[in-house]
């Protein structure tokens, strides 16, 4: 138990279409991030929020957007799937900027 | 911008060996430096983290990594290796402020097998 939950474990969806994924953290947790993990590859980051603010992002399109909420939780948005959005998505938060607890993921595959 | 190479992609070994998995960083700012092991199909979970202090940093699981500036190493190592060892393990460095704040820049990862 890791104290990052992460909704869907596994999700399928078409090219083209558009995807939510969900994170909720600790209490008080208020720094998460969001990655990709392109099968055997290290994770990419794509942003960070802190205090319900984008304050970091990657090298990723702006179809990746992202949200924060007041109770920690958060959202992964990517809108028109393409094929190569097939990965692992990981949330990870932590209280202070660095020490990032990792949720367990969710594996999108674009068909 | 900072980068991350871990010298070896696989590394096999036998139970009860003892194990180095080699981490370099390029960065032109102070960083921290973590390993992470990732267990098949599940999320990282954290063995250590460097942030000041002694270069000696220990961690979870028996595992110890040493930071070297001058090298700008941080190689994970364990005495002793046991079958449950067996997972991917990923090196990853963190600037110290600078832009795309709060990223986390990730090896390549190396994968360990412990054979019996």
């Known amino acids: 138990e890791t104290g990052v939950t992460q909704s869907p474990t596994h999700l399928i969806k078409t090219r083209g279409q558009q995807v939510t994924l969900r994170c909720s953290s600790q209490?008080?947790?208020?720094?998460v991030s969001w990655y990709q993990q392109a099968l055997g590859q290290g994770p990419q980051f794509i942003f960070q929020?802190?205090?319900?603010?984008?304050?970091g992002r990657g090298n990723f399109p702006p179809r990746f957007s992202g949200l924060q909420f007041p109770n920690y939780s958060s959202e992964l948005n990517v809108n028109a799937l393409e094929l190569d959005d097939s990965a692992l998505y990981l949330c990870?938060?932590?209280?202070?900027?660095?020490?990032?607890?990792f949720g367990s993921g969710t594996r999108l595959t674009v068909v | 911008a900072q980068s991350v190479t871990q010298l070896d992609s696989q590394v096999p070994v036998f139970e009860e060996a003892p194990v180095e998995l080699r981490c370099n960083y390029s960065?032109?700012?102070?960083?921290?430096l973590f390993w992470y092991v990732q267990y098949p199909n599940q999320g990282l979970q954290l063995l250590l983290k460097?942030?000041?202090?002694?270069?000696l940093v220990k961690g979870i699981n028996g595992f110890e990594a040493e930071f070297n500036k001058s090298q700008t190493s941080f190689h994970l190592r364990k005495p002793s290796v046991h079958i449950s060892d067996t997972a991917e393990y990923f090196c990853?460095?963190?600037?110290?402020?600078?832009?795309?704040?709060?990223?986390?820049?990730f090896g390549q990862g190396t994968i360990l097998t412990v054979h019996p």
């Open positions: 990870a938060t932590a209280l202070m900027n660095y020490g990032y607890t």
């Open positions: 209490s008080g947790h208020n720094t």
């Open positions: 929020y802190y205090r319900e603010e984008e304050n």
């Open positions: 960065s032109s700012v102070s960083v921290y």
């Open positions: 460097y942030l000041s202090g002694s270069t």
């Open positions: 990853a460095v963190k600037g110290d402020g600078g832009t795309s704040y709060g990223k986390l820049t």
